[in-house]
């Protein structure tokens, strides 16, 4: 495989101090060994705090990701397939860049996010949204979208390859492939505190019991190759705290970690993040995430 058939371009961090407001009280939701978007997880009112975290996280990177995926070719009149959509926050921002003439199709095994990814979009005709297993799409023809988007999902897999065979059988020959996803290795706060490096290991390691990889995003682009692959592009973009607060910034990227930890290290990891929203109300707070970006094509 040839390393350099990939660009890799790093959008680097503007440095702005924020000086936030008072930390917001918003619960993780509950999880055990099996993964968080299993069905019996999402079941009680916690729920909804994962939900409006994943709008927050929505909202503030979606600029960011149009311009990718307009880059990509993306316009009205085009199909696209979101890869395990959750409630379907960005298929409606999708729906909006295809337009009317255009075809959105939700993809989502969980069925209480299915059904808020259907009530959510009901208004948009070009929205279809199927209750359906990523990794086994036997209700999606081959050869039939234009584009495929899978955003934050590849972490959550086992096997996230089985993600990716199906993404190239449904993609039109030509057809393209944007994978968004974390990496935690990219992950900084200023002031560092010590115990953040062991926060993400033992939340990296909580990710793992399930199957999931939270240091997946800078191997997806070899993962892609693997899976048949061409015209491979890869971005890292960070997510910083810049125009957000510090609460909102950690609230996005990191409280709900804590619900990935051993229980037995829960009490250290709610005091550690304690002092770190802390400290960032008492003065200069800056924090940034790197989230890549590989766009793919199906060979014609
Ligand atoms: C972090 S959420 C991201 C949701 C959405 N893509 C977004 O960015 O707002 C991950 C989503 O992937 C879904 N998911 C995980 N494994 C899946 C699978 N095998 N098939 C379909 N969806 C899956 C989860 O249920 C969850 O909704």
Redesign the pocket.
């Known amino acids: 495989m040839q390393i350099g058939a990939f660009w890799f371009n790093l959008l680097y961090i503007e440095m702005a101090p924020i000086f936030g407001p008072t930390h917001t009280n918003r619960k993780s939701f509950s999880m055990s060994s099996s993964?968080?978007?299993?069905s019996e997880q999402?079941v009680n009112d916690e729920a909804d705090n994962?939900i409006s975290r994943?709008?927050d996280?929505?909202r503030v990177r979606w600029p960011q990701e149009v311009v990718v995926l307009r880059n990509a070719g993306l316009q009205a009149g085009n199909s696209i397939a979101?890869?395990?959509?959750?409630?379907g926050?960005?298929?409606e921002f999708l729906a909006k860049e295809v337009e009317e003439s255009g075809l959105v199709l939700g993809?989502?095994?969980?069925e209480k996010?299915c059904n808020l990814a259907k009530t959510r979009n009901a208004s948009y005709n070009q929205v279809q949204i199927i209750n359906?297993?990523?990794?086994g799409l036997t209700d999606v023809k081959d050869n039939s979208f234009d584009f495929a988007?899978?955003?934050?999902?590849l972490?959550?897999?086992p096997d996230p390859n089985?993600?990716l065979t199906e993404a190239i059988r449904i993609l039109k020959p030509g057809g393209k492939l944007i994978v968004?996803d974390v990496d935690d290795s990219l992950f900084h706060i200023t002031p560092y505190h010590e115990g953040m490096t062991q926060f993400l290991f033992e939340a990296s390691k909580g990710q793992n019991k399930y199957g999931g990889d939270r240091y997946i995003g800078h191997k997806i682009p070899c993962m892609m190759f693997d899976a048949g692959f061409t015209e491979i592009h890869a971005s890292v973009y960070t997510f910083t705290s810049k125009n957000i607060t510090p609460n909102q910034f950690l609230d996005i990227t990191t409280k709900f970690k804590l619900e990935l930890l051993d229980p037995a290290l829960k009490d250290w990891g709610e005091n550690m993040l304690n002092e770190v929203y802390r400290k960032s109300q008492e003065g200069a707070f800056f924090g940034s995430a790197g989230v890549y970006c590989v766009v793919g094509e199906k060979a014609l």
């Open positions: 993964s968080p978007y299993s999402f994962e994943l709008e996280q929505a979101d890869i395990g959509c959750g409630p926050i960005i298929t993809i989502e095994n969980n996010l359906n297993d990523a990794c988007y899978t955003r934050f999902v972490q959550h897999l089985k993600l968004m």
